[in-house]
């Protein structure tokens, strides 16, 4: 019982910042702008949260608050990344996936120079406090309770996922990004402003991308070189599994989360399985899932056409 709840907590934990990049990527996506970027996104979020709740704290700021304008600087940086994506893509029209190469490799190498120029280290930043909690009696006792209903982030991302349900079905933003991603044409022939939506789309996507890397940068204690380590890929197949909508997209973060968290208590349990092997159990859980339903999965008709000059 106690290994069924460690698991069902590391799972909900692991998740977290899949769900914020998959979520993320969906407002990108259904605009019509391929976002191959939300790794860059999840790295440079996680860098904003530590360098803004580092200086926080050394200005004698307590951890708690230091740690939530660690949250709100990731959101910032994320949001202008976002808005360089949509700069090159929607304003000047450049490749969509060059465009998020490109910001991949410059968060990879951007993060990097400006650790060194604070931390004077390319490696890893000053530690700083963890992720906000709530104590609850009695949801603080058990594992998974604590991390549902005691993790004000957790909430969050929750959250993400049912408003964003809500807004792509039931509100005329999100009805029209459906629209400009699907036809934008046809949305532009009937007075919807095709650009700005996208803009808003992407930096949208940005933001909350971002905030994935906010949680691993609190739930390690610090910035590391890399610590995205593939999530925003990820968390993009998650997106393409869960067939462009925040639900679908949330539940396949899930399962990806599960996978990660098995191979993390088999590696603990020292069941003879080489670790190389044990580690690739998450990326192979992703393209056998990817392999299952790509044929099935219609992505939004417009998604990565360059907007008619």
């Given at each position: 019982?106690?290994?069924?709840?460690?698991?069902?907590?590391?799972?909900?934990?692991?998740?977290?910042?899949?769900?914020?990049?998959?979520?993320?990527?969906?407002?990108?996506e259904?605009?019509?702008?391929?976002?191959?970027?939300?790794?860059?996104?999840?790295?440079?979020?996680?860098?904003?949260?530590?360098?803004?709740?580092?200086?926080?704290?050394?200005?004698?700021?307590?951890?708690?608050?230091?740690?939530?304008?660690?949250?709100?600087?990731?959101?910032?940086?994320?949001?202008?990344?976002?808005?360089?994506?949509?700069?090159?893509?929607?304003?000047?029209?450049?490749?969509?996936?060059?465009?998020?190469?490109?910001?991949?490799?410059?968060?990879?190498?951007?993060?990097?120079?400006?650790?060194?120029?604070?931390?004077?280290?390319?490696?890893?930043?000053?530690?700083?406090?963890?992720?906000?909690?709530?104590?609850?009696?009695?949801?603080?006792?058990?594992?998974?309770?604590?991390?549902?209903f005691?993790?004000?982030?957790?909430?969050?991302?929750g959250?993400?996922?049912?408003?964003?349900?809500?807004?792509?079905?039931r509100?005329?933003?999100?009805?029209?990004?459906?629209?400009?991603?699907?036809?934008?044409?046809?949305?532009?022939?009937?007075?919807?402003?095709?650009?700005?939506?996208?803009?808003?789309?992407?930096?949208?996507?940005?933001?909350?991308?971002?905030?994935?890397?906010?949680?691993?940068?609190?739930?390690?204690?610090?910035?590391?070189?890399?610590?995205?380590?593939?999530?925003?890929?990820?968390?993009?197949?998650?997106?393409?599994?869960?067939?462009?909508?925040?639900?679908?997209?949330?539940?396949?973060?899930?399962?990806?989360?599960?996978?990660?968290?098995?191979?993390?208590?088999?590696?603990?349990?020292?069941?003879?399985?080489?670790?190389?092997?044990?580690?690739?159990?998450?990326?192979?859980v992703?393209?056998?899932?990817?392999?299952g339903?790509?044929?099935?999965?219609?992505?939004?008709?417009?998604?990565?056409?360059?907007?008619?000059?």
């Amino acid at each position: 019982m106690e290994v069924t709840a460690l698991l069902v907590a590391s799972t909900l934990r692991i998740a977290v910042p899949y769900v914020f990049a998959a979520v993320g990527g969906f407002y990108s996506e259904r605009s019509g702008v391929v976002n191959i970027a939300l790794e860059g996104m999840l790295l440079t979020g996680g860098f904003a949260c530590v360098l803004a709740a580092w200086g926080a704290e050394s200005a004698g700021v307590n951890g708690t608050a230091a740690a939530w304008l660690g949250v709100v600087a990731a959101a910032a940086a994320g949001t202008a990344l976002g808005a360089l994506h949509a700069l090159l893509c929607v304003r000047y029209g450049a490749d969509q996936i060059i465009s998020g190469l490109g910001i991949n490799l410059l968060a990879a190498g951007g993060t990097k120079f400006l650790l060194t120029l604070a931390f004077g280290s390319s490696a890893n930043s000053s530690r700083i406090a963890g992720i906000p909690t709530w104590e609850i009696p009695w949801l603080s006792d058990w594992s998974v309770t604590r991390v549902l209903f005691c993790t004000p982030l957790v909430l969050l991302a929750g959250a993400v996922v049912v408003v964003s349900h809500l807004v792509s079905r039931r509100t005329p933003f999100g009805l029209r990004l459906h629209a400009v991603g699907e036809h934008p044409e046809a949305a532009h022939s009937l007075g919807i402003r095709v650009a700005r939506l996208r803009w808003k789309g992407v930096m949208l996507s940005g933001a909350l991308a971002a905030l994935g890397g906010a949680w691993l940068a609190l739930e390690q204690h610090q910035f590391t070189a890399g610590m995205s380590s593939g999530r925003g890929f990820i968390a993009l197949a998650a997106l393409i599994f869960g067939k462009w909508t925040p639900r679908g997209a949330a539940l396949a973060c899930l399962l990806f989360g599960f996978a990660e968290a098995v191979q993390i208590q088999l590696q603990g349990s020292r069941i003879g399985v080489p670790s190389q092997f044990l580690q690739m159990l998450p990326y192979v859980v992703t393209m056998i899932a990817l392999a299952g339903v790509i044929g099935r999965s219609r992505p939004p008709a417009a998604l990565g056409r360059a907007l008619e000059p």
